[in-house]
């Protein structure tokens, strides 16, 4: 068995690649280029697979999951690692993602949000059986008392959303789902009004709870 590298030197090597293979001039015309799965795949085998694995499916809580999440969504996150002219600040802040999202140009992001999307989610499972009553009420129905509109009502009854306008949900780890809620609620992750609002109307145990349901979803 390989044994797993330390981090740092993970991501000094990475930054090496990202800069030497993969910078891409834009498409003749200034048009966006279309996505280039080849490149793609050799993107996330060289500089995502350390954290989320190469075919999307992380195995640690930590790193979400990638796999068949929409190619828009995962564009628009990278790009919001990105400091945009003029801005002081990313409109979404991880030390780690920045530099990653800083070394690659339009073309690589679209390539290797492509690929991610392309690749087949490994199913997860909601874990809570004291919450998940809970979990599946806030999803499906979502908390009327605080004004809190049901999560299905944009991600989907099965949780794949709607590409292009809110990102899959299925599958990913009941513990990054809470982080990423934990952090609108907080104005830690600042990219999405609508959910800055409904984070900030639901309890650490409501987080929780539909974090949790949502992992199982299928």
Known sequence: MLRARPFAAVVASTFVLVGSAF?????AGGEPARPDLKRGAQIAQEVCAACHAADGNSTTPVNPKLAAQHADYLAKQLSNFKVKAGAKEAERANAVMAGFAAMLS?????????????????????KNKDMVELGQRIYRGGVASKGVPACAGCHGPS???IPAQYPRLQGQFAEYTE??????RQGERRNS??????????SD????????YIAGLR
């Open 106 to 126: 339009d073309a690589d992001i679209r390539s290797v949000a492509a690929w991610f999307e392309s690749q087949k989610l490994k199913p997860s499972a909601a």
């Open 23 to 27: 910078a891409q001039a834009p498409a």
């Open 205 to 212: 145990r409501e987080i929780k709870a539909v974090s949790d």
């Open 179 to 184: 982080a990423q809620l934990v952090a609108f």
């Open 193 to 202: 009004a609508v959910m800055t609002a409904v984070a900030d109307r639901l």
């Open 159 to 161: 949780g794949a959303g």
